[in-house]
């Protein structure tokens, strides 16, 4: 398992969380002629630091589902490397037991495979990325007022579990 999709996402987030700073700057600064060819142009000063707030928020949960996209398909390449650099094909049965589980990861629930590795990852952090699981479905599915969320989250928070938990399962594999 490798961290490194989960970083390569978190960097694109901190580079556009810093655009977003210097663009909050500009207005501030009132650097209208850098709003040129932007939604910006013409707007009132306190409208677009609303929105920029607004898109703040927005980026958020839209990260969080990215981290957890590369953190899942990271999970599914993993198995599947595992499966196919432990298995010695003994005979035609086993081959096609070892082809029937790769064909069918694609299927697999997130909470099939995050417990698959209960005895490489902690149950605490078992636990917190499952929450966090549920937390992307949130977001993914509209942000549902009447079924909230067990636990809100941010990027960052998102990242150090989603890399602690490739990290520990790693270890062992």
Known sequence: MNDKVV?????????????IKVTRRTINNELYRLHNRTL????????????????EKELD?????????SFER?????????????TNKVNKTFENIVSLTKDSIERWTVIDMIESLKDVVDDDLRSVVKQIYEYRNWVAHGKNKDKLP???TDPKTVQVKLC???????KDL
């Open 7 to 19: 970083n390569d996402v978190f960097s694109v987030y901190e580079i556009i969380k810093d655009s």
């Open 40 to 55: 910006f142009l013409g707007e009132q000063r306190e409208k677009m630091l609303t929105k920029m707030d607004d898109v």
């Open 61 to 69: 949960d839209i990260m969080i589902l990215s981290l957890f996209a």
């Open 74 to 86: 990271e999970l599914r390449i993993s198995i599947q490397a595992l499966i196919d650099n432990n």
């Open 150 to 152: 067990s636990i809100r």
């Open 164 to 170: 602690d938990f490739i990290n520990q399962a790693k």
